[in-house]
């Protein structure tokens, strides 16, 4: 019993550590997946180093951005969001 009650102020700081950091992130995750399946040509994005585009092309892991000065070719993985 004696045993018991030392770890659990432990597992208390885990499941707090749990609840604030593992779950907001897993949620953040799967809304940035959704808007990745759901990006269609035509959408203006923003990339997660600040550059506004139009997609105009999408490949199974790569966008092609049109811009003002030319187009640029990334990675889906790196957009941030639509606009």
């Given at each position: 019993?004696?045993?018991?009650?030392s770890v659990?102020p432990l597992?208390?700081v885990?499941v707090?550590?749990?609840t604030?950091?593992?779950?907001?992130q897993?949620?953040r995750n799967?809304?940035?997946i959704?808007m990745?399946?759901?990006?269609?040509i035509?959408?203006?994005?923003?990339?997660?180093?600040g550059?506004?585009?139009r997609v105009?092309?999408l490949?199974?892991d790569?966008?092609?951005l049109?811009?003002k000065?030319g187009?640029?070719?990334i990675s889906k993985?790196?957009?941030?969001?639509?606009?």
């Open positions: 019993m004696n045993e018991l009650i659990l597992v208390i885990l707090v550590f749990y604030i950091l593992w779950v907001p897993r949620r799967k809304k940035h959704q990745l399946k759901d990006l269609k035509g959408n203006n994005v923003t990339t997660d180093s550059i506004h585009g105009v092309s490949d199974e790569t966008v092609t049109v811009l000065k187009e640029l070719v993985a790196k957009i941030d969001g639509l606009k």
